[in-house]
């Protein structure tokens, strides 16, 4: 059975990182785009990065770029978001989300598996 399952996530201060994972099961890694979306409460979900495990093909929403990076690790069949230069407005619940084709988008309709989440707090 597919499975994605985040870890990772926590409490951390403004200015401090942390790097979430995307563990992969049930499948292997191949022609996907695997993305990470979040959610702040009373907000809607919104995409955050999103990668091409076939191509390594990256976006990032403009919030988060020259902060996080997205990742692959095939023989782990993960994905990771590093994330970096924390801000008060990072804090949501994190989650990975899969689709196929292998083809990347920020839109939450496309995605056919999801996982459970990993809440992420930035507070000082």
């Known amino acids: 059975q597919l499975q994605l399952k985040e870890s990772g996530g926590g409490l951390v201060e403004p200015g401090g990182s942390l790097r979430l994972s995307c563990a992969a099961s049930?499948?292997?890694?191949?022609?996907?785009?695997i993305a990470w979306f979040r959610q702040a409460p009373g907000k809607e979900r919104e995409g955050v990065s999103c990668?091409?495990?076939?191509?390594?093909?990256?976006i990032y929403a403009d919030s988060v770029k020259d902060r996080f990076t997205i990742s692959r690790d095939s023989a782990k069949n993960t994905v990771y978001l590093q994330m970096n230069s924390l801000k008060l407005e990072d804090t949501a619940i994190y989650y990975c989300?899969?689709?196929?084709?292998?083809?990347?988008?920020?839109?939450?309709?496309?995605?056919?598996?999801w996982g459970q989440g990993t809440q992420v707090t930035v507070s000082s």
């Open positions: 049930g499948f292997t890694l191949g022609r996907h785009a």
């Open positions: 990668i091409v495990t076939n191509t390594d093909s990256t």
């Open positions: 989300a899969l689709k196929t084709p292998a083809r990347c988008s920020m839109a939450t309709w496309y995605y056919e598996y």
